[in-house]
């Protein structure tokens, strides 16, 4: 739903922001629909040689979309010039990767997923904290959804490996902390166009 608002949004307004937000909300419930086998009940039960390569599609799918919202969200091209070429980067990178997700050696694809991924996650996180620091008002909702995004994950990957008690919270942190990011990050866009509105 979040997906297609947006991009009917994006339609009207033309804002970039608004197209990555949709690729990122797409890609992250493609990969929640992966990991919990939704995706080969559902919707490609003939292919089930779509299910070793559509989890690192989507990962790549989701970081190369929400490297991309960074950059336009927090205007790292003419905040953060090197904030913006990392993030440019990360983006770049993974779209590559997304393109040999399907070929590509499994073990390989998911170990550089995994390890790039979390490298991206806590650059965009620096990246917001910067930006919060010099005063970028949308960088206040953007460190918070992406701050519960990276703990529900981690406390997720804990419950896996056993580290922490398995109940419904650690079960289901990961889908708990997507929710609060879509939404976190839907009042950042809310609150940078009404600033732009302001400043016009």
């Given at each position: 739903v979040m997906t297609i608002y947006n991009l009917f949004i994006f339609i009207t307004v033309r804002h970039s922001s608004y197209l990555y937000y949709a690729g990122s909300v797409a890609a992250l419930a493609i990969v929640m629909t992966t990991m919990h086998g939704f995706g080969f009940?559902?919707?490609?039960?003939?292919?089930?040689?779509?299910?070793?390569?559509?989890?690192?599609?989507?990962?790549?799918?989701?970081?190369?979309?929400?490297?991309?919202?960074?950059?336009?969200?927090?205007?790292?091209k003419r905040n953060s010039p090197r904030f913006y070429f990392m993030m440019l980067?990360?983006?770049?990178l993974f779209t590559v990767v997304l393109a040999l997700s399907p070929?590509?050696?499994?073990?390989?694809?998911?170990?550089?997923?995994?390890?790039?991924?979390?490298?991206?996650s806590l650059t965009g996180l620096l990246a917001g904290l910067y930006m919060l620091q010099r005063g970028v008002r949308q960088a206040r909702y953007y460190v918070l959804a992406y701050g519960a995004l990276i703990l529900g994950t981690l406390v997720f990957s804990m419950n896996k490996f056993g580290l922490v008690p398995r109940t419904a919270l650690t079960e289901y942190a990961m889908q708990i902390s997507s929710v609060l990011e879509i939404i976190l990050l839907s009042f950042a866009l809310a609150d940078r166009i009404n600033e732009e509105k302001r400043e016009k």
């Open positions: 009940q559902y919707l490609w039960p003939d292919f089930p040689a779509a299910n070793r390569w559509m989890l690192t599609a989507s990962l790549s799918l989701f970081v190369a979309s929400a490297a991309g919202f960074t950059n336009s969200l927090l205007q790292l980067g990360y983006a770049i070929v590509a050696p499994y073990r390989i694809i998911i170990q550089t997923v995994m390890m790039m991924g979390v490298i991206a």
